[in-house]
């Protein structure tokens, strides 16, 4: 121990300060290091020089003497500055200017946060500050009344260093998230500490408002009882705050225990709260909270404060992987650690139907129709329909009401799947009844007893099973297929070649001539696909060639060696260069002319090539075509050559007469074309026609009284007698006909009789008048 004597100064021992600080000051005055105060502190019980201060009791026993204090004077202290030693309170430090700027550690407290001793300035040292970053503000009577108020509620009991730190968060989030920081105007995020420190300060007033309203218990009986609506008029209207919607809803969620209403059920009543209050809108992501509630705002809402210790606060981030109570708005109750709740974002195991709640979510409250089949009978289940949830795993027998069937199923396939009896649906066999036995003997028949489990039998499956059992037909076949699929129709595979047999069915039994063809390099044998088979199989001909083809393509389409077919090319065998040399002579080689060449074609290609003649003339064809016999256009007359076969030159009298509005011109096409193009006559007369039409004789149809021209050789001009009989009911006029015209139109007789007659009857027989008349 150290001796009383040893100090000969004897700094002052300042309010609330540890022991650990005094020794620590005393230490520095008597010119002593602090590590020789701590090693004589040390005891055979406790030899670690670095952990003396643990039982801070035994030392400060020691400190006391030293600094002439009487004996017991540490704990009176501590009993004043932590009333409730239960709770955790904030590390603090005596003011800087009481300290004469000394850091002096003070016991953890929660009594005081501005100093009022010194004139014309306060010292705010609250929680979260050092001595180098507590605020000194001018003297403010307002902030003053604050702190007395604040001293005052501490003292009486009705605030605790928890509520002091749940009404700071609720005003700090309330400034961050509606007025965004209209001080500085800088985003909250981004301050710093000490600005959080000034900030704390700044809001004091508003901080010891909330805590003197909360602290009122008149206000609290009020709001216990009020509806929603009510409750949050008469909250904003006590706090007196503008731009206090975020408060609001925070005092909302820090009365949520308060407020609640009992939900009768059949076991147990459920108490729900009364609120909804949305939590994530509420809360600022950017504050120093623990990471659970900022991965789930919406989890403290649901904390338990009935059943979880008073001494747990779950705004501290303290014990987050221990396990606690939760209450969700439904009123139910469950546990979960809060880094679970944060980290899976996990909700009400009721709510959700992991777990049942009796009277409120068991099986029997939310399905009675399902409940009503569960098999009282003794034995056969353990407990009752209210003690199990809708969506357990649970096997349980049930009891059909309409004919007494029984069976086992899981609750959740009865519930999610809406399963009923599998008897009465048809899903199981009643013997005599519904089996496959009684509704299809034919097909019970076929049955293979050898091969299928003598536990299955035609009268135990349905018709519509979906059950894999093995059949005899007629055929003696066997093999295996669904009861449901036999009941639809459908037969031996075998038989309708839907499975290959070796030597029933295989390709190598039906087409022996194919099966030769088979390229050894398959995968399968000829013997292992039947003639209808979709495998893509490799063939070699007589000829060697090879090449792939499903089977069906083979059997049904008749198809054979595609290259002997010269469907496909092979150089060198069925090429054009190979086999048409003549004709490959006249491909034209020119760059970007073909983009294929004569050992690439097929003499049966329909390729479009390009072609180039003896004589150097170009021109398109499919090597098809060309193959078949078809020549250069140019030479065999079909395509004009200027100055040589055009028709400017064959026939330039014709080419004359040649209207300038074509869009081509004489030297563009042949005497022999069938182009129909437009002609002017010597008498300026325009119609259309066809080169050949005018290289074989036909000339102006105008000027040879086929066509009429209006005053010239028209039936009015050149017989008006005619002209006075034309029927005004025919389509065309006595000006659109010539006299040799064969139209027969309708004539009208002075006598009124009319009759129908050609023109060119009328006019060159000159006795063919009215019928009536000659009479």
Same mark, same amino acid.
């Given at each position: ?198 900030? %704390? ?36 209207a006590t706090l007196g705050f *503008? ?43 950017? +504050? ?118 029984t069976w086992p199923a899981q609750?959740?396939?009865? *519930? *999610? ?19 496959? +036995? *009684? ?32 059949? %005899? ?66 063939? %070699? ?106 028709l400017a030159t064959r026939r ?124």
């Amino acid at each position: 121990m150290i001796s009383t004597q040893a100090w000969a100064k004897r700094p002052k021992w300042h309010h609330l300060e540890t022991p650990r600080s005094y020794a620590q000051r005393q230490c520095r005055a008597a010119g002593v290091p602090f590590d020789f105060a701590e090693r004589a502190l040390t005891n055979r019980a406790q030899p670690n020089i670095h952990r003396v201060w643990i039982d801070d009791e035994a030392a400060a026993r020691t400190v006391e003497a030293t600094a002439g204090r009487p004996a017991g004077h540490y704990l009176r202290m501590k009993r004043l500055a932590q009333p409730d030693s239960t709770r955790a309170y904030p590390q603090r430090f005596l003011c800087r200017l009481c300290s004469a700027g000394e850091t002096i550690e003070q016991i953890p407290h929660d009594r005081e946060n501005f100093c009022l001793r010194h004139p014309g300035q306060m010292v705010w040292f609250g929680p979260g500050t050092e001595t180098d970053t507590q605020v000194i503000v001018p003297f403010d009577p307002s902030l003053r009344n604050a702190e007395l108020s604040f001293r005052r509620l501490v003292a009486t009991g009705q605030v605790t260093t928890q509520m002091h730190g749940q009404v700071w968060a609720m005003v700090r989030d309330n400034d961050t998230l509606s007025a965004q920081n209209a001080e500085t105007g800088q985003s909250p995020s981004l301050m710093s500490a000490v600005r959080e420190i000034d900030r %704390r300060a700044h809001l004091y007033r508003a901080t010891v408002r909330v805590l003197q309203i909360l602290s009122n218990h008149s206000h609290c009986a009020r709001w216990r009882t009020q509806s929603a609506a009510d409750l949050r008029l008469d909250i904003k209207a006590t706090l007196g705050f *503008t731009n206090s919607d975020v408060l609001v809803e925070r005092v909302i969620l820090w009365l949520r225990p308060l407020r609640r209403h009992t939900i009768p059920t059949k076991f147990r009543p459920l108490e729900a709260a009364l609120d909804t209050v949305d939590v994530p809108r509420i809360l600022d992501t950017t +504050a120093n909270y623990p990471l659970w509630i900022l991965r789930h705002p919406k989890a403290i809402s649901e904390w338990d404060w009935d059943r979880n210790p008073p001494t747990r606060d779950p705004w501290s981030g303290v014990d987050v992987s221990h396990k606690a109570w939760w209450l969700c708005e439904e009123g139910h109750s469950w546990e979960a650690s809060p880094h679970v709740r944060g980290f899976a974002e996990t909700n009400c195991s009721y709510c959700i139907g992991m777990d049942f709640w009796p009277g409120h979510t068991d099986l029997g409250t939310l399905r009675p129709d399902i409940a009503a089949e569960w098999d009282t009978t003794s034995g056969a289940n353990r407990g009752d329909p209210h003690h199990v949830s809708v969506t357990s795993a649970r096997r349980i027998n049930w009891r059909c009401t309409a004919r007494e069937h029984t069976w086992p199923a899981q609750v959740r396939s009865r *519930t *999610t799947q809406e399963t009923s009896c599998p008897y009465c649906s048809g899903s199981r066999a009643i013997p005599g009844e519904t089996d496959l +036995a *009684t509704l299809h003997p034919g097909l019970a028949a076929e049955w293979d007893c050898e091969r299928n489990d003598s536990s299955i039998t035609p009268e135990t499956v349905t018709p519509g099973s979906d059950r894999v059992v093995w059949w %005899r037909g007629p055929c003696d076949h066997s093999w295996d297929a669904a009861v449901g699929d036999r009941c639809s129709g459908y037969g031996c595979p075998y038989c309708s070649n839907q499975r290959t047999l070796a030597g029933f069915n295989d390709l190598a039994t039906t087409h022996p001539r194919l099966a030769g063809q088979w390229d050894p390099s398959n995968s399968k044998t000829p013997r292992e696909v039947t003639a209808g088979s979709d495998y893509p199989a490799v063939w %070699r001909c007589a000829l060697s060639h090879t090449w792939e083809l499903p089977v069906w393509g083979r059997t049904t389409d008749k198809t054979g060696c595609p290259v002997c077919a010269n469907r496909v090319v092979l150089a060198g065998f069925n090429d054009l260069g190979t086999l048409d040399p003549r004709l490959a002579s006249e491909w034209d080689h020119e760059a970007g002319a073909n983009d294929r060449t004569p050992s690439e074609v097929t003499v049966s290609s329909s390729y479009e090539a390009q072609w180039r003649c003896a004589e150097n003339h170009t021109w398109p064809a499919t090597v098809a075509n060309r193959h078949a016999g078809s020549g250069c256009p140019s030479c065999s007359g079909r395509v004009a050559i200027p100055g040589a076969t055009d028709l400017a030159t064959r026939r330039p009298d014709i080419a004359a007469q040649w209207d300038p509005s074509n869009d081509c011109s004489p030297n563009q096409v042949t005497v022999s074309s069938h182009v129909k193009v437009s002609w002017i006559c010597h008498r300026n007369h325009s119609w259309p026609a066809t080169v050949k039409n005018r290289t074989c004789g036909h000339g102006c149809p105008y000027c040879a009284g086929k066509l009429p021209i209006p005053g010239e050789n028209d039936l009015a001009t050149l017989r008006p007698d005619l002209a006075k009989q034309w029927d005004p009911a025919n389509a065309l006029s006595p000006t659109e006909v010539t006299v040799g015209s064969g139209r027969k139109v309708m004539w009208i007789c002075a006598c009124g009789y009319s009759w129908p007659s050609k023109i060119q009857t009328r006019t060159r027989r000159p006795h063919a008048h009215c019928p009536e008349c000659r009479k």
